[in-house]
């Protein structure tokens, strides 16, 4: 079974920060997800990778599957990245399952 | 498009009472999802189905029962609701198991059993 853990657990930051967000996985994966789950709960998925690096606006995602570790990074933070964001692998044989971890919960103050 | 619609959006109930949860989705995805989490927990997966009449256990499936007549929708039944049981509850659905097929998620259901 493979465990997520992600780092830090509540992270608060001025507007305008650079953020990075860690993700650290036990087991092999076939794909690595980020997810961002909004105040009012609902949730949406930001990245999916396997391998490098992904970059959509001001979000960049990375995974080193030799160390079994992703980074999400917001750069330019806003008070409307506000939000917690939730790490999420489908381990290598796993088809059909993701395993989550527990959550970031991100506070971008004005 | 509507993605993903789940209902209730909250609902309590009392020890022992049934319900069901429902969840629909507009997209034609053949694999969707039931999640519940918990307070400072990862979603945990409750049950998931690959397709009309093709349903599997997830983690954690006790206590619950599912079925999937149609693509678009996929109930999900609390029996005998227990304390346990109080959580928020995400449908979600995809296209397929390839590895870049994103999961498209209800609003979540929250649920009380008091």
């Known amino acids: 079974?493979?465990?997520?853990?992600?780092?830090?657990?509540?992270?608060?930051?001025?507007?305008?920060?650079?953020?990075?967000?860690?993700?650290?996985?036990?087991?092999?994966?076939?794909?690595?997800?980020?997810l961002q789950q909004h105040p009012g709960g609902g949730i949406v998925s930001l990245f999916m990778l396997s391998s490098?690096?992904?970059?959509?606006?001001?979000?960049?995602?990375?995974?080193?599957?030799?160390e079994k570790h992703s980074s999400l990074h917001i750069t330019a933070s806003h008070p409307r990245d506000s939000a917690v964001y939730i790490c999420?692998?489908?381990?290598?044989?796993?088809a059909r399952q993701l395993t989550f971890g527990s959550g970031t919960q991100l506070t971008v103050l004005p | 498009n509507a993605g993903v619609t789940q209902t209730p959006k909250f609902r309590i109930l009392k020890i022992g009472q049934s319900m069901t949860l429902q969840c629909a989705q507009d997209m034609n995805h053949n694999y969707?999802?039931?999640?519940?989490?918990?307070?400072?927990?990862?979603?945990k997966l409750i049950y998931y189905s690959v397709g009309a009449g093709i349903t599997d256990k997830g983690e954690v499936p006790n206590g619950y029962n599912v079925s999937r007549s149609?693509?678009?929708?996929?109930?999900?039944?609390?029996?005998l609701a227990a304390p346990s049981q109080t959580?928020?509850?995400?449908?979600?659905?995809?296209?397929?198991?390839?590895?870049?097929?994103p999961q498209h998620f209800g609003d979540g259901t929250r649920l009380s059993i008091l």
């Open chain 1, 1 to 34: 079974k493979n465990e997520v853990e992600q780092s830090p657990q509540n992270l608060t930051a001025q507007e305008g920060e650079f953020i990075t967000i860690n993700c650290s996985y036990s087991v092999g994966i076939s794909a690595l997800h980020w």
């Open chain 2, 32 to 43: 969707m999802y039931w999640y519940r989490q918990d307070p400072g927990m990862g979603l």
């Open chain 1, 52 to 66: 490098g690096k992904k970059k959509h606006g001001r979000l960049i995602a990375t995974i080193n599957i030799q």
């Open chain 2, 70 to 79: 149609t693509t678009e929708d996929f109930p999900l039944r609390l029996e």
């Open chain 1, 88 to 94: 999420a692998v489908r381990s290598s044989g796993s």
């Open chain 2, 87 to 101: 959580s928020v509850y995400f449908c979600a659905s995809s296209s397929g198991t390839g590895r870049y097929q």
